[in-house]
Nanobody
Framework: QVQLVESGGGLVQPGGSLSLSCAASGNILSINDMGWYRQAPGKQRELVATITGGGGSSNYADSVKGRSTISRDNAKNTVYLQMNSLKPEDTAVYYC?????????????????WGQGTLVTVSS
């Protein structure tokens, strides 16, 4: 069964940078869109950035546009998020998301999964 594992969270000072990665593993046949979402304490989960299967198109939340870059390595089934000029309001648990098709129980099946989340804290 497909799993997503994130890494790269931690404590960063305001104005600093952080790179997150999320690797998908398992009997993957194909991955469509991948993305990053975040959830701050007491708030709903919100989109940060998404990237299409071929990596040719990406979409960003206005709050991170211009200081974040999403990318993917399809050979490694991995999506990355580089964030610069971090602000205290970027503090949240960051979740990756991926959907696609897997080989499971003898057949080709759709999957749509969330990672376990990685905490990013922006504070001095």
């Amino acid at each position: 069964q497909v799993q997503l594992v994130e890494s790269g969270g931690g404590l960063v000072q305001p104005g600093g940078s952080l790179s997150l990665s999320c690797a998908a593993s398992g009997n993957i046949l194909s991955i469509n869109d991948m993305g990053w979402y975040r959830q701050a304490p007491g708030k709903q989960r919100e989109l940060v950035a998404t990237i299409t299967g071929g990596g040719g198109s990406s979409n960003y939340a206005d709050s991170v546009k211009g200081r974040s870059t999403i990318s993917r390595d399809n050979a490694k089934n991995t999506v990355y998020l580089q964030m610069n000029s971090l602000k205290p309001e970027d503090t949240a648990v960051y979740y990756c998301y991926a959907d696609g098709r897997q080989y499971y129980s003898g057949s080709d099946r759709y999957f749509g999964l969330w990672g376990q989340g990685t905490l990013v804290t922006v504070s001095s």
